[in-house]
RNA sequence: GGCGGGAUGUCCGAGUGGUUGAAGGAGGCGGUCUUGAAAACCGUUUGGCGGGUAACUGCCACGGGGGUUCGAAUCCCUCUCCCGCCGCCA
């Protein structure tokens, strides 16, 4: 959510960041005309209600005096009669208010180059090296098949399509990656672990701005109106939901693990085999809550944080800077991390760092106090996958696929795999 | 799931229809005192939204929403959360 203020003297900022993005401008006009009214209204009604307070204290003093007030108090039915339609009104044209500016994205950041989709992001960076093989790479569906690792058709008996099931060394392996990641982002990053609901109310989802748009790719428990989490963002951002942080605890910053679940509706083809997108899977996501005039240092940081699991998993991949299209919708600016799938012969996003600005924090009513005594203001929140499993286990047996068919595991992870230095068919069920 | 109790400012806590935006305390900030600190004392300290160049000023808010009333923190309805007891249960 932007501040109306921001908006009603800034309209131009607002509409070009509009048409960046590839929406509609006219938003902001027809907010700017529902604000007018809405102070008109105020003013009117506040101005009723003045003389509601210093009429009806003065009927308290003619009762207490026993005088008669009889006439006061029927004049001042009238006033609240009138009040009452205006309130209506006012009630009217707020909602109004907020409904559209609850669809308004955030403003993206100078930094974020101008583009219509894809192919106008801009890559940053490339680290390491696609490996080369003697033989013709297997996919993670065949490696994760004949290994016995992976098996898709057990999952569609449980679960339908678009779910995974890992078996034997491969459900270690998620467990391993899981361990791996929230350890280096604890003890070496500096992160405090949080292990949060998987179920959220609605409250949370309009916080972190999945709400109102995104309502129908989530999943929904009807009885209770929860949410299950898309991400862990929703839950440890609302941490601190309606709060005012002491400034000198800032910066927040906090890694958890969740299953992540989305609906993906209306997303069918190629891109849904396998481990690409599924509408279950398991991330370690970073969050953060920064002074203002810090986001965009911490953004990098993030990002660098993020990257390091890769590096550690000695995986190729390239930093992409999402242009202004591809910019979600909280963010002002984000970054996307790809890692290289050899069998596929792609990159596949694995990570999303963002810098929200003051957009989520305004929604979420968090804020700091820069000093003591000072007047609260608006964190700033960012959050970053660091990083997303499914997408990653693809590079790795990818990556690290012998000709044999066996998986070499990374040494970073062996440690959590109970030694286990290769993957072999001897392991399947 | 059933019954009972509760939710007040940064925190604790008083307040059951008319100067209560809110006593009192703690904490914070400023000051007096002190070589310095502590203690003591004095003062100050909620947020949001409007109007005004400004000084200043109006409205709203006592968990959320709705209602009664000339007037609600205070009465009624409803929802949420917390605590206790019973039931159920991993």
Sequence with gaps: MLDIKFIRENAEIVRKSLRDRMGEAGTVDELLKLDMRHRQLLQEVEGLKATRNRVSDEIGRLKKQSED?????????????????????????????????????????????????????????????????????????????????????????????GFAFFSGPGARLVRAMTGFMLDLHTEKHGYREVFPPFLVNRDCMLGTGQLPKLEKDMYRIDEEDLFLIPTAEVPVTNIHRGEIIDGEKLPLCYAAYTACFRREAGSYGKETRGLTRVHQFDKVELV??????????????????????????GLH?????????????????????????????????????????????????????????????????????????????????????????????????????????????????
């Design 288 to 313: 953060k809550f920064v002074r203002p005039e810090t986001s965009y240092d911490e953004l990098e940081k993030l990002l660098s944080d993020a990257e390091e699991v890769l590096q550690k998993l």
């Design 69 to 161: 007030a009889g006439k006061l108090i029927d004049e001042m039915k009238t006033v609240s009669q009138n009040i009452r339609s205006i309130d209506a009104e006012v009630k009217g044209v707020s909602q109004q208010i907020s409904s559209l500016g609850l669809i308004i994205p955030n403003i993206v950041h100078s930094s974020v180059p101008v583009g219509g989709g894809e192919k106008d992001n801009v890559e940053i960076r490339k680290w390491g090296q696609a490996p080369v093989f003697k033989f013709k790479p297997l996919t993670h569906l065949e490696i994760g098949e004949t290994q016995g690792i992976l098996d898709f058709k057990v999952a569609a008996k449980l679960a339908g399509s």
């Design 317 to 429: 991949y390239r930093v992409v800077s999402l242009c202004t299209a591809e910019v979600s919708f909280a963010a002002a600016k984000c970054y996307d991390i790809e890692v290289w799938a050899p069998g596929e012969g792609k990159f596949l996003e694995v990570s999303s760092c963002s810098n929200f600005t003051d957009f989520q924090a305004r929604r979420a009513g968090i804020r700091y106090r820069p000093a003591s005594g000072a007047r609260a203001e608006y964190v700033h929140t960012l959050n970053g996958s660091g990083v997303a499993l499914p997408r990653v286990l693809i590079a790795l047996l990818e990556t690290y696929q012998q000709e044999d068919g066996s998986i070499l595991i990374p040494d970073v992870l062996r440690s959590y795999m109970g030694g286990l230095e290769t993957i072999t068919s001897r392991e399947s069920i």
